[in-house]
């Protein structure tokens, strides 16, 4: 079925061929929301399963995410026309002083994967930049990576300068990366924490739903 095949091209990571069978769906009359949950995201969603299990690893998950954005580039056009709405609004982004992004673009396709509207503002990126990007998308969740231990604190400070500027309660934090524990996440005053990006995008999910 095409659908299925959708699904299993993208775990392959067969970007070309997912972006020929969504083209193809579609012409078949499947809606666009059928084809994003029942072959993308479903794909996604077993690639991220078997990335927490550690049945794949990251140059699997990356090439799927290729496959999973070609996909969406045939049909964000569809669905942007059909009106479906996004579950929700993420602000995501590796903190000031660090530059790793592999984790953080892993979570951005999990968030994606899950139905988010995501805004990437990128790496090393400074607390005043956070408080300004959430005044401008007004962010259901934001997600802080962090993969060095001299700048896992500064998550802290983003909170802090999230709290100063009195946007506390209009967004949900939920920080992640390497160094970051559970209780490092409740001792800076986080939302919640996870350890990778599979169970960031379910907690995402889970903690905008209430
Ligand atoms: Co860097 N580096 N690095 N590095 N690097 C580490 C992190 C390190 C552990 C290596 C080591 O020494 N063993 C070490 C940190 C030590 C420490 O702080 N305790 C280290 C160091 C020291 C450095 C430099 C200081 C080295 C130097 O210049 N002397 C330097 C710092 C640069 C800087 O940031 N200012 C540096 C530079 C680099 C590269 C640029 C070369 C490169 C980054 C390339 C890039 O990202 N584009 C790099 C890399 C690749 C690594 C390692 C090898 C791999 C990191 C990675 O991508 N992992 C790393 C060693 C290691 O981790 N084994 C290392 C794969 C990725 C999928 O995992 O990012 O953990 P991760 O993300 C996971 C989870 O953590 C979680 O989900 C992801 C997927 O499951 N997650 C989140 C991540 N963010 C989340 C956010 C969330 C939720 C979950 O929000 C809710």
Known sequence: MNLENISLSLQK???????????????NNVTPKTILNEGLIKGMGIIGT????????????????????????ILRPVLVQEGVKPIGKALICTVQGDLHDIGKNLVKIMLEGQGFDCVDLG?????????????????????????????MDYQKIIIEAIEEAGLRDKVKILVGGAPVTDSFAQKIGADGYSADAASASELAVKIIAG
Request: proline letters at 3%; hydrophobic letters at 50%; charged letters at 25%.
């Open 13 to 27: 990571g067969k970007a070309k061929d997912v972006k020929v069978l969504v083209q193809e769906a579609l012409d």
């Open 50 to 73: 078997k990335f927490k299990n550690n049945e794949v690893f990251v140059p699997e998950v990356l090439v799927a995410a290729r496959a999973m954005n070609a996909g969406l580039e």
């Open 123 to 151: 790496v090393d990126v400074s607390a005043d930049t956070i408080v300004s990007a959430i005044k401008e998308h007004n962010p259901n969740v934001l997600c802080l990576s962090a993969l060095l231990t001299t700048t």
